[in-house]
């Protein structure tokens, strides 16, 4: 809800949905101390230098966007446990993969993505950055900014839905040595794949995992707008890459079409939304996946 002030202004309710940094995540993960954690990079021969620098800068950045944001909520990702309501706008502060996971709790509020720190993380889905606190602070009180809708993908297996995905959705065996088996029906043609999986993205997932695993296909890559109304899938790694010139390895999924994913992985197949949930997709299974009909909104 918007409360217009005599100023023409507004009031927004905002949460801001900040990402844990490494070190703050590994050293709560495992239970260490700040000496114990350090030592632990050391002996691993991680970047300790680097990864305390975008700790300052994660830490630095949260503390601009809770100043700039004054009357805002801040909690950290990993306190996510249910749907977000009552608020007018979310912003997720962190990167890409902190952008989807917050994406699976706005429901219809729309989402902000500040990127904490731009220069370890290319952030393609978070068009802010604490440098632009300010400005976006006032371009929403103001009511100066534009909604814009983009497409997500929407799938069940055997009946039960999974999270809506905005990045993408993969089917495959979770063990990389193991070959991942599908009968694909497309257009109302069945397809048995042998490969390392199917990824299917959205416009916000076609620079991402689709986009690196299609170089098979397309020499440039196959990128299209996050508001584009459709989806792309790809057949990872192809067991029978350019055996029959009839095959199925790449395709496009429109409103009002379906893909359908018959599994035959006979190790541990699962599928994933967003790299996020994980279900099960094991032998007999069927995968329904469709445009979803409840886009992701974003400002």
């Known amino acids: 809800m918007k409360i217009f002030l005599n100023k023409g202004e507004c009031v927004m309710k905002i949460l801001i949905v900040a990402k844990q940094s490494k070190y703050e995540y590994e050293k709560e993960k495992f239970s260490l101390t700040d000496a114990e954690i350090r030592a632990k990079y050391r002996g691993e021969h991680a970047n300790l230098d680097a990864i305390l620098s975008s700790h300052e800068k994660q830490l630095e950045t949260r503390k601009t966007a809770a100043a700039v944001f ?39 509020i729309p989402l902000i993505g500040m990127n904490s720190d731009p220069a370890r993380s ?5 068009k802010w950055t604490a ?6 602070q006032e371009q929403l009180t103001k009511g100066d900014y534009k909604i814009t809708e983009w497409a997500r993908l929407s799938a ?5 839905k999974l999270s809506l995905a905005t990045s993408e959705y993969f089917f495959g065996e979770k063990l990389r040595r193991d070959m991942s088996r599908h009968v694909v029906v497309y257009h109302g043609k069945e397809y048995e794949q042998k490969s390392s999986g199917i990824v299917i993205a959205t416009g916000a997932g076609s620079t991402g995992w689709y986009d690196s695993s299609n170089r098979y296909y397309f020499a440039n890559g196959n990128s ?33 079409e379906e893909l359908v994913l018959h599994s035959l992985n006979d190790g541990c197949g699962y599928a994933t939304a967003d790299c996020w949930e994980e279900y099960e997709f094991s032998r007999g299974k069927k995968a329904t996946v469709t445009i979803s009909k409840q886009p992701l909104r974003t400002i």
Do not use: W
């Not at 440098?131 to 976006?136: E, Q, V």
């Not at 459709?230 to 095959?247: L, M």
């Open 156 to 160: 069940d297996i055997d009946g039960k």
């Open 224 to 256: 299209f707008a996050k508001t584009e109304k459709k989806a792309a899938f790809v057949i990872t790694e192809p067991y029978n890459f350019k055996a029959k010139a009839d095959d199925l390895f790449v395709g496009e999924l429109l409103p009002d």
């Open 131 to 136: 440098n632009d606190a300010g400005k976006l």
């Open 70 to 108: 004054k009357n805002a909520d801040l909690l950290l990702m990993c306190q996510l446990r249910e749907e977000i309501i009552g608020y007018d706008a979310v912003i997720s502060l962190g990167g890409d993969n902190s952008f989807t996971y917050t994406s699976h709790f706005v429901g219809s």
């Open 122 to 126: 290319v952030g393609a889905l978070c």
